[in-house]
């Protein structure tokens, strides 16, 4: 009899600065994919701006916990979502980060939400018809393993 642990797969998803820790946790081996929604990928403009007077982010801390600046050499499946009417800011790191995550080899894609917002997005993930639920879905599908319901 096989006593050996089995590996647990976990699957992650968060929004805004949620889609930031989804982004950060994608290297860790347990995880097998994620999708980060309207998430802030570069720190750099937050430090640069009034509300890095309550985070007190220095250089060195925002480019060590900006995603897009660290892609991983080997990572699981990442969709990476935005409203197509999220701020011009959220949309340029989507974009940007999706871009250097299959640039590096990395299974994944860009997923434009149309007719989003940022508060609205989540919607594409509470429908099961909704595109979010759908990609999820999708996912699962691909890397079913025995044993996973």
Request: aromatic share 6%; hydrophobic share 40%.
């Amino acid at each position: 009899m096989n006593t050996a642990p089995t590996r647990t797969a976990y699957y992650v998803s968060g929004h805004s600065a949620g889609g930031h820790l989804t982004a950060m946790t994608m290297p860790l081996a347990e995880v097998c994919g994620g999708i980060a929604i309207s998430g802030i990928y570069d720190l750099e403009p937050i430090r640069l701006n009034y509300l890095n007077e309550k985070l007190g982010l220095d250089a060195v801390e925002a480019e060590r916990n900006s995603p897009v600046r660290d892609v991983p050499a080997n990572a699981g499946e990442l969709v990476v979502a935005y409203g197509t009417r999220e701020l011009p800011e959220l949309c340029r790191q989507s974009i940007e980060y999706a871009q250097a995550w299959t640039k590096r080899g990395l299974p994944g894609r860009l997923l434009p939400v149309d007719g989003a917002d940022h508060f609205t997005i989540l919607d594409a993930l509470a429908r099961p018809e909704g595109v979010l639920t759908q990609a999820l879905l999708s996912m699962l599908g691909r890397h079913r393993r025995p044993g996973l319901t």
